[in-house]
C-alpha cells in the first residue's frame, strides 16, 4: 500500500474543481444576524451546528402533535435568476410551507433551508437567505438551519434551486379539518397577492408570445417592470389564520389554493359527502389573472385548475361566524369575502356559479 505521505501531488484542490469552501463559510459568516432575528421561544437563532435544535415545552405546548411541509419554488425561480432580483424569493419559499402548516390548525415553529448552484456567489446566497428569514419573521417561525451545496456540473451559469422544510405543532385534538364540517358551512376566500408561486412555467410561456421582457411596463400593474410585478411574494398568511382560531371563530377547514388551484386543491379538505358551491362572481381578480387569461388564450376552467385567480386561502366556517371571521381578517390587513357555502355532493366535489371576471 502506497504511503500517503510520499503520493505525488499534481497540485488540484477542491476549489480548482469548482468548490469554494471560503466562500461558504463567509456565507455562512453573511447570513447569521439574517437567522439570529428569527429568534423565537424554543429556538435561539443560532446556526452553525450539524443539526438544528428546537425546545417544544419552551414553546408551551403541552401535548403537541407535530405537522411538517416542504416545497419549492419551482421556476418562479428563473425570473429571478434571469433579473438578478434575489431579495424576494426567499419569502415564497417560506410561504409555501408555512402556508401548508396553518391551514391545518398548526403553528408553523422553525425552519430550515437547502440552497444549491453551480458557482456559490456569497452576495446572491445573502440575499436569499435574508429573504428567507424575512419570511420566518412574517410566519413567526424560527430558521434553525439549513445547507447550502456547491455542485459544479450539476449546475450551469447562474442557476441555483431552493427547498424549504418547515414543521409545526398544534395541540392534541385541534388540528383542522374538523370532524363536524357539514353542508351549510360558508365559504370565505382571503385574497392573494397575485400568481404566488404556482403555474410559472406557464407563466414564463405567455411572456414569450407577449413578445416582451422582464424589463418592460406591466400591462396589469403601473410603476412596475413585469419582472417586479411577477415577482411579488407568496402572502404569508399564519399569523391572521392563527389569531381567528385563537379567537374562537368557527373555522373548520383551511384549503392553501397551490398548484392544482381551486379544483384540485379545495378537496383534499372535503370529506367525500361534501361539496364545495362557489360563486365566481364574487371572487376579487386581481389584472394580473385577466394579462395571463388574454395573452394566453386560456379558458376559465384551465385558469381555475392553473392558478389561484385571487384567492389564496378559502376557508370553510361556521355561518354564523362567517361575517366575523371576514372582520378578524380585515383587522388584520387581509382582504377577505365569502364566496359559496358547502352542499351535500352529488357529483362534482367543487361546483361554480357566475364567471371570473378576467
Known sequence: MSDPQNLPSNGLSYKQAGVDIDAGNALVEAIKPAVRSTRRPGADGEIGGFGGIFDLK???????VLVAANDGVGTKL??????????????????????????????????????????LDVAQGTAIVEGIAEGC???????????TAEMPGMYHGKDYDLAGFAVGA??????????????????????SSGVHS?????????????????YMDAPFAPGQSLAEALL???????????????AGIGIKALAHITGGGFIDNIPRVLPETLAADIDLGKVTVP????????????????????FNCGVGMLAAVAADDANRLVEHLAAAGETAAVVGSLVERVGEPVTFRGKLAL
Open 137 to 147: 419573521r412574517i410566519a413567526g417561525c424560527a430558521l434553525i438551519g439549513g445547507e
Open 232 to 246: 411579488t411574494p407568496t402572502r404569508i398568511y399564519v399569523k391572521p389564520i392563527l389569531s381567528a382560531l385563537k
Open 198 to 214: 404556482n403555474g410559472y412555467s406557464l407563466v414564463r410561456r405567455i411572456v414569450e408570445v407577449a413578445d416582451t421582457d422582464w
Open 78 to 119: 428563473k425570473i429571478a435568476i434571469d433579473t438578478g432580483n434575489h431579495t424576494t424569493i426567499g419569502i415564497d419559499l417560506v410561504a409555501m410551507c408555512v402556508n401548508d402548516i396553518v391551514v391545518q390548525g398548526a403553528e408553523p415553529l422553525f425552519f430550515l433551508d437547502y440552497l444549491a448552484t453551480g458557482r
Open 58 to 64: 419552551a414553546a408551551g405546548f403541552t401535548d403537541p
Open 170 to 191: 398544534a395541540e392534541r385534538g385541534t388540528l383542522l379539518p374538523r370532524a363536524d364540517i357539514a353542508a351549510g358551512d360558508v365559504l370565505v376566500a382571503i385574497a
Open 287 to 306: 389584472r394580473v389573472f385577466g394579462w395571463l387569461a388574454h395573452v394566453g388564450g386560456m379558458d376559465e376552467r384551465e385558469m381555475l385548475r392553473t
